[in-house]
C-alpha cells in the first residue's frame, strides 16, 4: 500500500522559511517523479513543485518561482520543500503526491505576522 507522511508545516512570519518532508513507502521511490501541491481554503488544489524520478529536473509555477525549492533524497525515500521568502498568501494545506494518484494527509502552513 502506497503511503505518503507529510512533516514540518507550522507557523511563520512572512518572509521566514519551513522544510517540508514527504516520507514515503510501499513503492519503489526512486522510479517515480513527486510533487508538492497546496489548497488554500476556498481555492483548489494547485502545484507547486515538481521533480523527476532522479531529480535532475524540477518545474515551479510563476507564483513560487525563487522562493521554493524542491528536492529528494532516494536513499531515504523522501522527498523535500524548502519554502523561503514565505508570503501571506503561502498560507494552505500542502501535500505530497506519488505515483498511481497517491496523496499524504498534508501539513498545514500558516504564514502570519
Known amino acids: 500500500q502506497y503511503q505518503l507522511v507529510e512533516s514540518g508545516g507550522g507557523l511563520v512570519q512572512p518572509g521566514g522559511s519551513l522544510r517540508l518532508s514527504c516520507a514515503a513507502s510501499?513503492?519503489?521511490?526512486?522510479?517515480?517523479?513527486m510533487s508538492w501541491y497546496r489548497q488554500a481554503p476556498e481555492k483548489e488544489r494547485e502545484l507547486v513543485a515538481a521533480i523527476t524520478s532522479a531529480g535532475g529536473s524540477t518545474n515551479y509555477p510563476g507564483s513560487v518561482k525563487g522562493r521554493f525549492t524542491i528536492s529528494r533524497d532516494n536513499a531515504k525515500n523522501t522527498v523535500y520543500l524548502q519554502m523561503n521568502g514565505l508570503k501571506l498568501e503561502d498560507t494552505a494545506v500542502y501535500y505530497c503526491?506519488?505515483?498511481?494518484?497517491?496523496w499524504g494527509q498534508g501539513t498545514q502552513v500558516t504564514v502570519s505576522s
Open positions: 503526491r506519488g505515483p498511481f494518484d497517491s
Open positions: 510501499g513503492f519503489t521511490f526512486s522510479n517515480y517523479p
